[in-house]
């Protein structure tokens, strides 16, 4: 799998767009990218996915950028219940595994 | 959606007993399941994958005489953690996956704290 940097932290005021930013530049052809979030003591949850398109859907959007090097996931509207570690993904899909880098922890602040 | 339910979420045992953790695909067929480990503040480690029918592939150095998989179906998957320790105290967590619908993703079920005192 294509390793994924991301920020170590990040903060948001309540309310303003947080951009979420992860380089992939050893992406190959075929592997998608995916994020997903992790609340303190829970599992994984899926926010989104895409493979060389823009993608939104109820949670967030999704920009790629035309080389497909990185990505930024947009959470439009942040809420105090999106503080989280957020997980950039890269991999095949089907049974390919998923590995874990240490993410993004975003604190949203009142 | 793809709902993906663990048990138990959290268990408590003593030192040298065996643990048996659940993952249940509810709501589809999860033909290959995943097993992860998390310690605190650290990152999801993968522990083994887990396909229907077949023995689990494991990553490297994870003991698979310790950490049995099994698949029987393509709804359950468990591990079974043998001769537990307080170093194998830690967030256990499965995945599921079902092949050819690329708009799921993978799901994950919400854990379990196994503690060993």
């Known amino acids: 799998d294509a390793k994924t940097t991301q920020p170590t932290s990040m903060d948001c005021a309540e309310g303003r767009a947080a951009n979420l930013p992860c380089n992939h530049s050893t992406i190959s052809g075929n592997e998608y990218v995916y994020w997903y979030r992790q609340i303190h003591s829970q599992g994984p949850q899926y926010i989104i996915h895409?493979?060389?398109n823009n993608e939104t859907n109820e949670m967030a959007s999704l920009i790629i950028t035309e080389d497909r090097k990185s990505s930024t996931l947009i959470l439009p509207h942040a809420t105090l219940r999106d503080t989280a570690v957020y997980y950039c993904i890269v991999s095949n899909f089907g049974n390919e595994k998923l590995t874990f880098g240490t993410g993004t922890r975003l604190t949203i602040i009142p | 959606g793809a709902v993906v339910s663990q048990h138990p979420s959290w268990v408590i045992c003593k030192s040298g007993t065996s643990v048996k953790i659940e993952c249940r695909s509810l709501?589809?067929?999860?033909?290959?399941m995943f097993w992860y480990r998390q310690f605190p503040k650290q990152s999801l480690m993968l522990m083994a994958t887990s396909n229907e029918g077949s023995k689990a592939t494991y990553e490297q150095g994870v003991e698979k005489d310790k950490f049995l998989i099994n698949h029987a179906s393509l709804t359950l998957s468990t591990l079974t953690v043998t001769s537990a320790h307080p170093e194998d105290s830690s967030f256990y967590i499965c995945?599921?996956?079902?092949?050819?619908?690329?708009?799921?993703?993978?799901?994950f079920g919400s854990g379990t704290r196994l503690t060993v005192v």
């Open positions: 709501d589809f067929q999860a033909t290959t």
């Open positions: 995945s599921a996956t079902r092949t050819l619908q690329s708009q799921y993703g993978y799901t």
């Open positions: 895409g493979l060389k």
